[in-house]
């Protein structure tokens, strides 16, 4: 047990310092939370509005977020409706029900969404790769542009290579290169230009292209059964779950900052049991973790038990996925008592949040990674359990 303790508390410390010594800025607003690492902001909330330019990255999650300052680095947003009317420097990848960008983009721009629009407005210098249910672009596209929705529209111009696919094509545009169009339902305007080689397929069968056409007019049967090639889908599956990624740290970062603010001493009393009791801490999160779901299976046996089990599963979810965070903060606080510092609520912040990003690392490690985040857990989320138990019995 104790060498268990003693490589999680190694592995744990290793990285932890140097974070210590950071200068973040927290602001919380009426319907949002910033923080300024660095250059980079981070920023969740119901409604986000940026309005100042940010130099660095932004990582922004909200029901409607606006950004119509300038980013000198990436953007990295969800959300139910996400507008981009700023200029961006490096690339974006944004995943959200409505997502309109109408500034400039520097890099490559990666999004998600049910309705997806590149205004006229909006000019990219890298690559396009969207996905959605109807994704329209009326803007300039530098580079190449793949592009898969239920109805796909393209009025604007792309420099580089375009592949479209969907139920529904409507192209009225200009592209530089080469083409290929897949739809069951495919328009080609009489204003659309494509000056090198199309490769297409519709329902409806060939169609003559010579004039709209430069290079050579293909009808390719087997565009239909095809996919977007393998690599450009790994490329976009790679980039959602990063994005996803970011966004599920941001909200553990938003839930540890909100467990700090609305406790003083609990999670260093917590870090006290640790430290005194770790066996006894440890059994209680043993039999936390085993004995609760037990408890709600044997309640579901019985006609009356059911609504109990139901709530008592419900609490139980939620204390399963709090476990974790708040296991981080214990954490912390019994390495800033083993350093013997008195850390800042900011350093004990970020402390924790690093604390939390290790042990999900920790825990990929096979056998021995998992066994040392498990019974880490058990400890401190079992002194998370006792400190509670004390405190309620103070209170009775």
């Known amino acids: 047990m104790k060498r268990i303790i003693a490589s999680g508390a190694l592995l744990l410390s290793i990285c932890s310092v140097s974070l210590v010594y950071a200068s973040p800025v927290i602001e919380r607003g009426e319907d949002s939370a910033t923080m300024q690492l660095g250059n980079d902001r981070y920023i969740a909330g119901g409604t986000v509005d940026v309005k100042n330019a940010v130099i660095g990255d932004a990582v922004i999650m909200g029901g409607t977020v606006h950004i119509a300052a300038p980013v000198t680095g990436d953007v990295q947003s969800i959300g139910g409706t996400v507008t981009i009317t700023g200029n961006v420097r490096g690339n974006i990848r944004i995943a959200g029900g409505n997502v309109t960008i109408a500034g400039n983009v520097g890099g490559n721009v990666l999004v998600l969404g049910g309705?997806?629009?590149?205004?006229?407005?909006?000019?990219?210098?890298?690559?396009?790769?969207?996905?959605?249910?109807?994704?329209?672009?009326d803007g300039t596209v530098q580079g190449d542009v793949t592009a898969q929705g239920g109805a796909v529209t393209l009025n604007g111009t792309v420099r580089g290579k375009t592949d479209l696919r969907g139920d529904d094509i409507t192209f009225n545009g200009t592209v530089q290169n080469s083409a290929t169009l897949a739809a069951r339902t495919l328009v080609i305007s009489p204003k659309a230009r494509i000056n090198g080689n199309l490769s297409y397929w519709s329902k409806a069968g060939e169609q003559k292209f010579s004039t709209l056409v430069q290079g050579k007019?293909?009808?390719?049967?087997?565009?239909?059964?095809?996919?977007?090639p393998r690599a450009e889908r790994q490329e976009f599956l790679a980039a959602v779950i990063a994005v996803v990624s970011l966004f599920g740290l941001l909200s553990t970062a938003l839930v540890i900052l909100a467990l700090q603010v609305a406790t003083k001493t609990f999670f260093k009393d917590a870090a006290r049991h640790v430290i005194t009791s770790p066996w006894h801490s440890f059994l209680w999160g043993v039999l936390f973790f085993i004995l609760t779901p037990v408890a709600i299976a044997i309640l579901m046996l019985t006609v009356i038990g059911i609504p109990l089990a139901l709530a008592l599963l419900a609490l139980y979810v939620v204390s399963v996925f709090l476990s974790v965070i708040e296991s981080s903060i214990v954490l912390a606080r019994l390495l800033e008592h083993k350093r013997n510092k008195k850390w800042s609520g900011v350093a004990a912040f970020f402390v924790s949040l690093l604390t939390f990003v290790l042990l999900k690392i920790?825990?990929?490690i096979p056998v021995i990674g998992w066994l040392v985040v498990s019974v880490l857990i058990c400890m401190a989320y079992g002194a998370v359990l006792k400190t509670k138990v004390e405190r309620y019995k103070k209170v009775m």
């Open 115 to 137: 309705t997806v629009t590149f205004a006229k407005s909006s000019t990219v210098a890298g690559s396009v790769l969207a996905a959605g249910g109807q994704v329209t672009i």
């Open 217 to 228: 007019s293909t009808f390719d049967t087997t565009l239909h059964t095809k996919e977007v």
């Open 362 to 364: 920790i825990g990929i």
